[in-house]
């Protein structure tokens, strides 16, 4: 069986948001409390994270920026933008959620795991360099894909946002880098408002920006198929030598915020996809890292479905696949978002040509 780690800590409980606010505690609390159902236990081993170092988290912030976080230690709500604020034990949550990427990382490499999911909060994707967005302090996956980069000598990483918000905090990290190549499923035009399909990366990242705008309503069926007939033909030419995930579920059918129609049996599937071309690609090594997903039981639901796919010694779902593409493709637009990808990426990626 793959040995799969679940990164978790309770202390990311206290991260408070506002009264109302979408992305509450009790998001984490659910999933929590989801992982001890008897059919889900024992498939995965547990861990608690250590914290991210300020010089590790400054691998992708400026050390202005994480002091700033650091100075709202200990203290009542700030704003730091219309929908994100800190509270007293933000700077411990946020430190363990970067953390958790990193203890991931070690462990995935070091082979006392095969992958492995940090289900930890605050999310990231939004938080750019100096500022935080979109109820993200530090972008967890970027920082983790630098560590690979700066720590352990890594060339490829892949990053797939499949959160149904575009990463634009990702992006711009390794816009200009070939060392990072990010792909990204999303709701356009939406927050954040980047992420067309003409964002492609730019001097030596050219091409390894891999937008894939969606207007919504999209089901398991698409993003099955957007996963075989893009990534998986870039992802074969990369060659990566680690996946990274932001795994977002926010495109859960019920999802308060979102519009898209991702089943839990969906997430499964798509997880076994990354779980296969990580096999293929790069040993095994996947780490995904929660980011959105306002749905309470929705999310619970989904992760638990994630890490049965993670854990599943079955690879090949072929068959599955093909039957979920067919049951339940809802766009009658998808074939014209494909090609339009492949047309705008045919010069970067021989296998779209
Ligand atoms: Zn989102």
């Known amino acids: 069986m793959s040995k799969t780690l679940v990164l978790k ?21 659910a999933i929590y409390e989801k992982l001890k159902d008897d059919d889900i236990r ?23 920026y994480i002091e700033k976080i650091e100075n709202t230690a200990g203290k009542h709500f700030i704003n730091l933008d219309p929908d994100t604020n800190t509270s007293e034990g933000s700077w411990q949550a946020s430190i ?14 070091d082979k006392s795991a095969n992958n492995g999911f940090a289900i930890i909060r605050p999310p990231g994707h939004h938080a750019e360099m ?9 972008n967890n996956i970027a920082i983790g894909a630098r560590y690979l980069i700066e720590n352990h000598g890594l060339k490829r990483i892949l990053i797939v946002d499949w959160d149904i918000h575009h990463g634009n905090g990702t992006q711009n990290s390794f816009y200009n880098s070939p060392e990072v190549l990010y792909f990204s499923t999303h709701q356009f035009p939406y927050f954040p408002g980047t992420g067309r399909f003409e964002e492609t990366g730019e001097k030596d990242g050219k091409g390894y920006t891999v937008n894939v705008p969606l207007s ?26 680690f996946i990274l995930v932001s795994a977002g579920y926010d495109t859960y059918q019920h999802d308060p915020l979102g519009t898209m129609n991702v089943t839990p049996e969906g997430f499964f599937l798509m997880t076994k996809f990354l779980k296969h071309l990580a096999e293929k ?3 095994g090594r996947l780490l995904l890292s929660l980011e959105g997903g306002y749905h309470v039981e929705g999310i619970a639901e989904s992760v ?24 339940r493709v809802s766009d009658s637009n998808i074939e014209s978002t494909i090609e339009k990808v492949r047309k705008i990426h045919s010069e970067n990626w021989l296998g779209l040509k």
Not at 42 to 64: C, D, Y
Not at 101 to 106: E, P, Q, R, S
Not at 130 to 138: D, N, P, Q
């Open 9 to 29: 800590d309770e202390r990311c409980l206290n991260h408070i948001t506002r009264s109302g606010h979408p992305e509450s505690p009790k998001r984490l609390e």
């Open 42 to 64: 024992g498939k995965f081993s547990e861990i608690k994270p250590r914290v991210a170092t300020k010089e590790e988290i400054s691998l992708n912030h400026s050390m202005e």
């Open 96 to 109: 363990l959620a970067a953390g958790a990427v990193m203890t991931g990382i070690d462990k995935i490499l």
């Open 130 to 138: 100096s500022r935080a967005m979109g109820f993200c302090l530090f």
């Open 216 to 241: 919504g309503g999209q089901g398991d069926g698409d993003f099955l198929r957007i996963l075989r007939e893009i990534l998986q033909p870039v992802a074969e030419e990369y060659n990566p030598q």
């Open 281 to 283: 690609q790069c040993d």
């Open 304 to 327: 638990k479905c994630t890490l049965r796919g993670l854990s599943d010694e079955e690879t090949d779902i072929s068959s599955d696949m093909e039957s979920r593409e067919e049951d």
